[in-house]
Protein backbone atom coordinates (compact mmCIF):
# COMPACT_ATOMS: atom_id res chain seq x y z
CA UNK A 1 0.00 0.00 0.00
CA UNK A 2 1.49 3.45 -0.95
CA UNK A 3 -0.21 5.13 1.64
CA UNK A 4 -0.53 7.99 0.17
CA UNK A 5 -4.48 8.53 -0.19
CA UNK A 6 -6.54 6.83 2.62
CA UNK A 7 -8.93 4.32 1.36
CA UNK A 8 -13.02 5.56 1.57
CA UNK A 9 -13.96 5.44 5.56
CA UNK A 10 -10.94 4.40 6.86
CA UNK A 11 -9.53 7.51 7.69
CA UNK A 12 -5.88 7.25 9.20
CA UNK A 13 -6.03 3.38 9.21
CA UNK A 14 -5.67 2.78 5.81
CA UNK A 15 -1.90 4.63 6.47
CA UNK A 16 1.13 2.68 6.88
CA UNK A 17 1.93 3.29 10.66
CA UNK A 18 5.49 3.10 12.48
CA UNK A 19 4.90 -0.43 13.39
CA UNK A 20 6.49 -2.57 10.73
CA UNK A 21 6.19 -6.23 10.61
CA UNK A 22 7.40 -8.41 7.41
CA UNK A 23 7.11 -12.16 7.81
CA UNK A 24 7.96 -14.66 4.94
CA UNK A 25 7.57 -18.46 4.16
CA UNK A 26 7.59 -20.65 1.69
CA UNK A 27 4.93 -23.37 0.81
CA UNK A 28 5.29 -26.16 -1.17
CA UNK A 29 1.81 -26.02 -3.34
CA UNK A 30 1.08 -23.73 -6.19
CA UNK A 31 0.01 -20.14 -5.50
CA UNK A 32 -3.66 -20.32 -6.53
CA UNK A 33 -4.36 -23.48 -3.70
CA UNK A 34 -2.34 -21.25 -1.28
CA UNK A 35 -4.19 -17.64 -1.95
CA UNK A 36 -7.51 -19.53 -1.95
CA UNK A 37 -6.23 -21.03 1.88
CA UNK A 38 -5.55 -17.92 2.74
CA UNK A 39 -8.63 -16.43 1.98
CA UNK A 40 -10.78 -18.87 4.28
CA UNK A 41 -10.55 -16.37 6.69
CA UNK A 42 -12.42 -18.75 9.76
CA UNK A 43 -9.74 -21.35 8.93
CA UNK A 44 -6.92 -18.83 9.49
CA UNK A 45 -8.04 -19.96 13.61
CA UNK A 46 -6.12 -23.20 12.67
CA UNK A 47 -2.88 -21.36 12.17
CA UNK A 48 -2.85 -18.02 14.21
CA UNK A 49 -2.57 -19.05 17.91
CA UNK A 50 -5.43 -18.33 20.40
CA UNK A 51 -7.61 -16.62 18.16
CA UNK A 52 -10.76 -17.28 16.62
CA UNK A 53 -11.33 -15.59 13.19
CA UNK A 54 -15.06 -15.20 11.41
CA UNK A 55 -16.57 -12.86 9.06
CA UNK A 56 -18.83 -10.65 10.21
CA UNK A 57 -19.82 -8.69 6.93
CA UNK A 58 -19.81 -9.80 3.53
CA UNK A 59 -18.83 -12.75 1.95
CA UNK A 60 -14.82 -12.79 2.63
CA UNK A 61 -13.82 -10.14 -0.90
CA UNK A 62 -13.64 -7.26 -1.08
CA UNK A 63 -15.39 -4.84 1.06
CA UNK A 64 -15.74 -7.19 3.94
CA UNK A 65 -15.15 -7.46 7.68
CA UNK A 66 -13.25 -10.03 9.36
CA UNK A 67 -13.10 -9.79 13.07
CA UNK A 68 -10.20 -11.96 14.71
CA UNK A 69 -10.58 -12.08 18.46
CA UNK A 70 -7.12 -13.32 20.50
CA UNK A 71 -7.61 -14.16 24.00
CA UNK A 72 -5.14 -15.71 26.51
CA UNK A 73 -6.98 -16.15 29.83
CA UNK A 74 -9.03 -13.77 30.56
CA UNK A 75 -7.06 -11.06 28.00
CA UNK A 76 -8.95 -10.38 25.17
CA UNK A 77 -7.93 -8.63 21.88
CA UNK A 78 -10.50 -7.78 19.19
CA UNK A 79 -9.05 -6.98 15.69
CA UNK A 80 -11.17 -5.90 13.15
CA UNK A 81 -10.13 -5.78 9.44
CA UNK A 82 -11.43 -4.40 6.11
CA UNK A 83 -10.81 -6.27 3.00
CA UNK A 84 -9.86 -3.38 0.43
CA UNK A 85 -8.35 -5.61 -1.98
CA UNK A 86 -8.44 -9.37 -3.96
CA UNK A 87 -6.15 -9.84 -6.53
CA UNK A 88 -6.47 -13.53 -7.41
CA UNK A 89 -4.06 -15.46 -6.64
CA UNK A 90 -1.10 -13.10 -6.08
CA UNK A 91 -2.40 -10.61 -3.22
CA UNK A 92 -4.96 -9.19 -0.63
CA UNK A 93 -5.01 -6.22 0.82
CA UNK A 94 -7.12 -5.54 4.42
CA UNK A 95 -7.36 -2.13 6.48
CA UNK A 96 -7.30 -3.28 10.54
CA UNK A 97 -9.60 -0.17 11.96
CA UNK A 98 -10.53 -1.33 14.81
CA UNK A 99 -9.75 0.42 18.25
CA UNK A 100 -6.23 -0.66 19.16
CA UNK A 101 -5.39 -2.44 16.12
CA UNK A 102 -5.02 -0.29 12.79
CA UNK A 103 -3.09 0.30 9.77
CA UNK A 104 -2.49 -1.27 6.77
CA UNK A 105 -1.16 -5.05 5.60
CA UNK A 106 -0.68 -7.32 2.83
CA UNK A 107 -0.37 -10.83 1.83
CA UNK A 108 1.17 -11.65 -1.30
CA UNK A 109 1.68 -14.64 -3.39
CA UNK A 110 4.63 -15.36 -5.41
CA UNK A 111 4.30 -18.11 -7.57
CA UNK A 112 7.77 -20.31 -7.55
CA UNK A 113 9.55 -23.38 -9.79
CA UNK A 114 8.19 -26.93 -8.55
CA UNK A 115 4.91 -25.71 -7.54
CA UNK A 116 5.72 -23.97 -4.64
CA UNK A 117 4.81 -19.81 -3.29
CA UNK A 118 6.78 -17.76 -1.70
CA UNK A 119 4.23 -16.08 0.72
CA UNK A 120 4.98 -12.74 2.13
CA UNK A 121 2.76 -11.18 4.80
CA UNK A 122 3.51 -6.72 5.60
CA UNK A 123 1.72 -4.55 8.17
CA UNK A 124 1.96 -1.59 8.69
CA UNK A 125 0.40 -0.90 12.77
CA UNK A 126 -0.25 2.43 14.27
CA UNK A 127 1.23 2.17 17.55
CA UNK A 128 -0.65 2.75 20.66
CA UNK A 129 0.57 5.19 23.26
CA UNK A 130 1.93 7.91 21.36
CA UNK A 131 5.34 8.55 21.72
CA UNK A 132 5.86 5.56 24.38
CA UNK A 133 4.46 2.96 21.69
CA UNK A 134 7.24 4.49 19.85
CA UNK A 135 9.94 3.91 22.36
CA UNK A 136 8.74 0.44 23.29
CA UNK A 137 8.51 -0.70 19.49
CA UNK A 138 11.83 -2.11 19.08
CA UNK A 139 11.25 -3.97 22.61
CA UNK A 140 7.78 -5.37 21.05
CA UNK A 141 8.81 -6.08 17.57
CA UNK A 142 10.70 -9.10 18.03
CA UNK A 143 8.04 -10.98 19.41
CA UNK A 144 5.92 -9.71 16.88
CA UNK A 145 8.06 -10.74 14.42
CA UNK A 146 8.53 -14.20 15.80
CA UNK A 147 4.53 -14.64 15.93
CA UNK A 148 3.64 -13.38 12.29
CA UNK A 149 6.77 -15.87 11.25
CA UNK A 150 5.48 -18.80 13.20
CA UNK A 151 1.67 -18.13 12.31
CA UNK A 152 2.95 -18.20 8.77
CA UNK A 153 5.37 -21.79 8.93
CA UNK A 154 2.15 -23.27 10.48
CA UNK A 155 -0.48 -21.67 7.73
CA UNK A 156 2.26 -23.62 4.95
CA UNK A 157 2.88 -26.72 7.15
CA UNK A 158 -1.44 -26.92 6.55
CA UNK A 159 -1.82 -25.55 3.28
CA UNK A 160 1.17 -28.92 2.38
CA UNK A 161 -1.15 -31.20 4.37
CA UNK A 162 -4.18 -30.71 2.45
CA UNK A 163 -6.00 -29.58 5.77
CA UNK A 164 -6.53 -25.85 4.49
Same mark, same amino acid.
Given at each position: ?? =? ?12 ? =? ?38 ? !?????? =? ?15 ? !? ?13 VVHCG???? =? ?10 GDRTQ???HEWFH ?38
Amino acid at each position: MS =GAEPVDGLGDASRP =GTGEVTATVIVNAPAARVFAAFLNWEGQSQWIPFTKVRVV !EGDGGE =GSLVEAITAIGPASLRD !ELRVVKVNPPFEVRVVHCGKVLR =GPGSVRCTAMSGDRTQVVLHEWFHLPAGPAGKVAWPVLWPGSKLGFTGALKKFGRLVEQGRL
